[in-house]
């Protein structure tokens, strides 16, 4: 059985389940709202966006806090920034590392799929692949990871568009861009080949 919590409706309930997350330190939290004017009349949505704006949870929180969710922002020693994509093996998201303030991808294995083998070594043998590629055009795979039934990979965080969003957003590309960025994926493609994948 799994219980939601309804959604904040008011700014007390957001605090509350703001603090429960453990996304701000207490006393960051409590210098920010001594440093209010007034939060009397604010809405939840009006306090989502000066947390947001003050740069203290992500808009990803926001949305997520708005909803009456406060749990999962949290994987191993990574704080759960955004959520970039999901597929058939997971969902991809950045995160920062709590001590060392780097940006990673972390690739989340779907937990119904946890007790599923084939599913498991599939992921299992994508991780040991990957981590054995090191070139330039490849995202790098730092580390494989598991929190109870969570299994997860720590991949080299790349930031800027897919090649999907950058023809969806400008349109189809010219040819030489297209032979530019093919010309990438071949490089790197090669690589792999050359060490047997």
Same mark, same amino acid.
């Given at each position: 059985?799994?219980?939601?919590m309804?959604?904040?409706? &008011?700014?007390?309930?957001? !605090? /509350? %389940? +703001?603090?429960?997350? *453990? #996304?701000?330190?207490?006393?960051?939290? @409590?210098?920010?709202?001594?440093?209010?004017?007034t939060r009397?009349?604010? &809405?939840?949505?009006?306090? !989502? /966006? %000066? +947390?947001v704006n003050? *740069? #203290?949870?992500?808009?990803?929180?926001? @949305?997520?806090?708005?909803?009456?969710?406060?749990?999962?922002?949290?994987?191993?020693?990574?704080?759960? !920034? /955004?959520? +970039?994509?999901?597929? *058939?093996?997971?969902?991809?998201?950045?995160?920062?590392?709590?001590?060392?303030h780097?940006?990673?991808?972390?690739?989340?294995?779907?937990?119904?799929?946890? /007790?599923?083998?084939?599913?498991?070594?599939?992921?299992?043998?994508?991780?040991?692949?990957?981590?054995?590629?090191?070139?330039p055009?490849?995202?790098?795979v730092?580390?494989?990871?598991?929190?109870?039934?969570?299994?997860?990979?720590?991949?080299?965080?790349?930031?800027?568009?897919?090649?999907?969003?950058?023809?969806?957003?400008?349109?189809?590309?010219?040819?030489?861009?297209?032979?530019?960025?093919?010309?990438?994926?071949?490089?790197?493609?090669?690589?792999?080949?050359?060490?047997?994948?």
């Amino acid at each position: 059985l799994r219980v939601r919590m309804p959604a904040p409706t &008011t700014v007390t309930e957001l !605090l /509350d %389940r +703001l603090r429960k997350s *453990g #996304l701000v330190p207490a006393d960051r939290l @409590d210098g920010f709202l001594a440093g209010l004017h007034t939060r009397d009349g604010s &809405t939840t949505a009006a306090m !989502l /966006d %000066r +947390l947001v704006n003050a *740069g #203290l949870i992500t808009r990803f929180h926001a @949305d997520k806090l708005a909803v009456g969710k406060y749990k999962g922002f949290h994987l191993g020693s990574y704080l759960i !920034l /955004d959520q +970039l994509g999901s597929g *058939g093996m997971g969902q991809v998201y950045l995160a920062e590392h709590a001590h060392m303030h780097r940006l990673v991808a972390l690739k989340v294995f779907p937990v119904h799929a946890a /007790d599923d083998a084939v599913a498991r070594e599939r992921f299992f043998r994508e991780a040991r692949a990957a981590g054995t590629l090191d070139h330039p055009n490849l995202v790098r795979v730092f580390d494989l990871c598991q929190e109870g039934r969570i299994l997860y990979l720590v991949m080299e965080y790349v930031e800027g568009l897919s090649l999907q969003s950058l023809v969806t957003q400008a349109g189809p590309l010219d040819v030489p861009a297209a032979c530019h960025y093919a010309r990438q994926v071949a490089v790197g493609l090669q690589h792999a080949h050359e060490l047997g994948f």
